[in-house]
């Protein structure tokens, strides 16, 4: 696909979700699939790697949460991985704070490139542990907005998320097809860490059957200091 094709596809494509961008933006997505594709020969970053899919299953999949974007939110992505779904956000969204945590360094050192190439302002890429940043005053409570695509069961995945997340603030889980059962045994979870589901809202892809769950917790009551635990224990003992 030359660049041409690439801004045409992703400029209709982001129409089918009430998303327009002008062809500078689509110029920025064009770079971001180059690099994506080219750092994937040296570091495992996707299984992905028609031009095509990638805008599907990777630009498009990460934008189906825009709309929940306010002016002034400070947004952190949990598990970002290769920039899932902070990097298409920030593109659509220059004027928001993005802080994009992943616990493989490799993968940050390709965002910090992609952040200079793209030209990305008041991002920041953080190489941790989630369970150890959470616990950092700077961050802990601090964040307007949680963002994680295909991390981990809901059950750890909230406890890697609430505790960033000020009261009144939210928690956008992103899933596949069939939750009903996750979410039903992460109930516990989302009462202990001081949640509340707000929201599921069930999609498919444009133009395709491509099944995905937006799960909406708002932060309801301050998440108790002993969350999260010790690094792999929500892995390994989600709250039950």
Known sequence: MNKEEFVKEIILKLKEINININEKIADKFYKYTNMLLEWNEK?????????SDIILKHYIDSLTINKYIKE?????DIGTGAGFPGIPLKIVNPNNKFILVDSLNKRINFLKEVEKELNLQ????I??????LAKIKEYREKIDLAVSRAVANLS???EYMLPFVKENGLCIC????NITQEVEDSKKAIEILGGKIE???KINLPGSEIERNIILIRKINKTP????????MPAKQPIK
């Open 122 to 125: 008041d991002i920041e890429m």
């Open 174 to 177: 992103m899933k596949g097809p």
């Open 225 to 232: 200091n002993k969350y999260p635990r010790k690094a792999g």
């Open 43 to 51: 570091i495992n970053l996707t299984a992905i790697t028609e031009i």
């Open 199 to 201: 929201k599921i809202e």
């Open 156 to 158: 750890t995945l909230l």
């Open 72 to 76: 002034q939110n400070t947004i952190i």
């Open 127 to 132: 190489h941790s542990r989630v369970e150890d």
